[in-house]
């Protein structure tokens, strides 16, 4: 912090070595790796670095070298001004904006709980307008992931990881370029350090001109009421013994003048306050912007898939990601299936399915305990995690063991391994709140994966016991509530798990069943045929299978199928006068069974497609009998 009257130097860094090139090299390494954040206002080292890579300083240039009035002769013509990675400071800037943002949803989501019913009005994106060097700049941000941000301008959105390493220092990748970054905010005013490079960002205020850094107002020359053009001088400061004009970006009317001259201001203070002339400060914060976003990268085919597995993942615990992520992961996991091992896509999303269910059980609208007697079960998961919202103490709030266990498990999934109030806890457990609002949308996503479970061969080993656990833990955690889902988990459990064991106990059955109807029509004058038959109708397995098997075989002769499904199926109805015979050499039953009290006529046969023409031999044998 520095006071109102602090003197023009703060600090000096003096570099010295065996030759000049040595000495500036030490001085850029010195001034690169000085951090410097001062309260309300920004150094120059931006300046002083770009002062370092002028010949006119460095003496590379014997014909031309740096007089007293250089650096104004170089600063009138554009000269001096350090605005490398603009855009990054822009983006950085737009984070800060989305994460204050977050910073309010998350106290008022508090507030509420306090009163008993906790609420929160999300938004998803956060928009702002920011400006730079008089340029007006209007982005959006979302997270959609712990340190994943998607910052976008024009349509044109890039992918952003931002690492904090303390309240001043990160580090910045964007669309996989990684940077150096100090930011400091003040106010409305974002004081941003790129790689060495400061910038100073203010959101948009509606006009409100703030004084850069602790001055003295010498004169305000304009009223309440003047109309301004660009470039007009509106006030005048006087700061490090300098004096400083703001003018005016646009052209405007003087809605208020808030300084007067004499005052000492404190830096960001507000000095004016403009309204724009009918529709010319909105062009003038449209115009073309000379900085733009970077390029989207390229990814492979596995990073894709990886990538589109986070974005999934950040959905399923509460984060702002897209309503395409769930299609674009399914395309990428398409692209890479031939190439990444299966195992690996089941396990990654096996992961996914274990956080789901973590975090849909905490929404449970039934009774948690239901090992316990039905008249002691009251109280549900989704009360219990309302309640915790009210204190963040689980021993003010008395909640069960069997919840806080739930609980404890659902936060670890955002690296939160303790239930002491931190910001941290504040931060995962709004996003879990999201997560309940959001269960329609998550099931989408945990259903969209499971059907192509469903159309892909069985795991085994260790990766099969993995699956089958989470299949569980996904039917038992949805419960009523998302009856689809369920039916998919168990679909996918039964053709994975269960039918393979009950095919390998019918396998025997239908081989005795062949065995059986094979030895019948081998000789259908035996004396126990009736007992055979008999035999065969008792069976509770679905037999139809039998005869399908015998004429994919392309089996003639007698057919003592044709009877046993007769009676199987009709036998209930009072199926009498059974008779099996040949109409030439096609095996033929016929038989009565009562329908609606009426006597009811069939005729069970053998035959092709083909013949199932109006005039076909099928037509003809129903008429003949």
Known sequence: EIPADFDSMIAKIIAYGRTRDEALARLRRALSDTTVVIEGGASNKSFLLALLDRPEVTGHNAQRWADTAWIDRTRDTGGLVADQHAEIALIAAAIEACEEQERTEIAHLIETARGGRPLTAHKPVTQCELKLRGTVYKLTCARIGEHTFRVGMHDHHVRVQLDRLDDARARIAVEGQRHKLVVATHGPVHFVEVDGVAHRISRDEGGVLRAPAPALVVATPVAAGDEVQPGQPLVVLESMKMETVI????????????????????????????????????????????????????????????????????????????????????????????????????????????????????????????????????????????????????????????????????????????????????????????????????????????????????????????????????????????????????????????QPLVDAERAPIWQEMLDDVAALAANPDAPDYAEGIAKLVAVPEKNDVTLAARLAAGVTGPEPMLEVLARKHYGSAGLRDVRAFFAGTRPVVTGTYELHAEPTHLISTVGALTELQEQGALAQLISEH
């Open 247 to 498: 003018p005016a970006t646009f052209p405007a009317r003087v809605k208020e003048v808030v300084a007067s001259a004499g005052t000492q201001v404190d830096g960001l203070a507000p000095l004016i306050k403009l309204e724009p002339l009918g529709e010319a400060g909105e062009e003038q914060a449209n115009d073309d912007t000379p900085v733009a976003l970077p390029a989207q990268r390229v990814l492979p085919p596995t990073e894709q898939w990886q990538q589109a597995l986070d974005d999934l993942r950040a959905a399923v615990l509460g984060y702002d990601t897209d309503a395409d992520a769930l299609a674009r992961y399914l395309a990428a996991r398409d692209a890479v299936c031939t190439e990444t091992p299966a195992g690996d896509i089941l396990r990654a999303e096996c992961a996914l399915f274990e956080a789901f269910a973590s975090l849909a059980v905490l929404g449970r609208n039934r009774p948690a305990d239901e090992h316990i007697n039905q008249e002691l079960r009251i109280h549900s998961d989704r009360e219990y995690l309302h309640t915790f919202l009210t204190t963040f103490d689980v021993e003010r709030a008395s909640l069960p063991a069997t919840f806080v266990a739930r609980l404890t498990a659902a936060l670890a999934h955002y690296g939160v391994d303790t239930l002491t109030h931190t910001p941290a806890l504040e931060r995962a457990i709004f996003r879990v709140f999201l997560t309940q609002q959001r269960g329609a949308q998550l099931v989408k996503v945990i259903v969209g994966i499971l059907e192509r479970w469903l159309q892909e061969p069985a795991p085994d080993g260790a990766l099969a016991q993995q699956a089958r656990e989470q299949l569980e833990r996904v039917k038992l955690a949805t419960q009523l509530r998302h009856a689809t889902l369920g039916d998919l988990a168990r679909s996918v459990r039964f053709r994975w798990f269960d």
